[in-house]
């Protein structure tokens, strides 16, 4: 699969809700202030190639420009959004980064585990872990962009230098769209389930009743 597949598709995806009426749901989730730049960001960094090298013990921490960018403006919303609950953010972002870290050194030290966890299995179980928490879709990306940052030094740091760690290329944000697009669609499908779960023994109460 070419890197950056996913998050193109996301982006289209993205792109036709808010041409069909969508764009209100997704400002009252996540502000579009913030999203579409973030959008121009990710694929400006990649046609640009900004990035940035750090060395990190025995290996290379690379880093694009366009996270960078992103991140300050992560840093810039938290001002004008108290509702945003920081600490709890850091703390869900760093579970998820130790359980990335550690699907991800199975996948490095594993032939096996390496060809058959793709990208969209972990996308899945990140999705499936977060909708557990029934947070917001802001927090949500929040938890996924910090999350998967921290998994790169964590799992260089794992790895002891034979790793070489990458954040913010296409591959890294094919994940994070994915995860995403995946916790967003889980909430809708539990909320769903819940309502009809209500409805139904609502229902059935009004029946015994009667």
Not at 9 to 18: E, Q
Not at 75 to 84: D, E
Not at 109 to 138: D, M, R, T, Y
Not at 150 to 166: A, C
Request: aromatic residues 14%.
């Amino acid at each position: 699969m070419i890197e950056g597949y996913w998050t193109a598709l996301c982006c289209i995806m993205l792109f036709i809700m808010l041409a069909t009426g969508w764009s209100s749901w997704i400002n009252k989730h996540i502000k579009l202030t913030l999203l579409i730049p973030m959008v121009i960001m990710i694929w400006l960094g990649h046609m640009q190639q900004w990035k940035l090298e750090f060395l990190l013990g025995q290996g290379t921490l690379v880093v694009s420009g366009s996270f960078l960018l992103i991140a300050l403006l992560q840093f810039a919303a938290l001002f004008r959004n108290a509702a945003l609950q920081i600490r709890m953010v850091a703390l869900y972002a760093a579970v998820l980064a130790m359980s990335l870290t550690l699907i991800r050194a199975l996948m490095v030290i594993s032939p096996w585990a390496g060809a058959n966890i793709s990208i969209i299995g972990i996308s899945i179980f990140s999705g499936l872990l977060l909708v557990l928490l029934q947070l917001q879709p802001a927090e949500y990306a929040a938890i996924i962009y910090w999350g998967a940052a921290i998994t790169e030094p964590m799992l260089m740091w794992q790895q002891r230098g034979e790793y070489s760690g990458v954040i913010g290329n296409m591959l890294w944000w094919d994940y994070v769209s994915l995860a995403m697009f995946f916790s967003i669609l889980f909430k809708l499908l539990f909320s769903f389930m819940i309502k009809i779960t209500m409805n139904f023994v609502h229902s059935l109460g009004k029946r015994m009743k009667s």
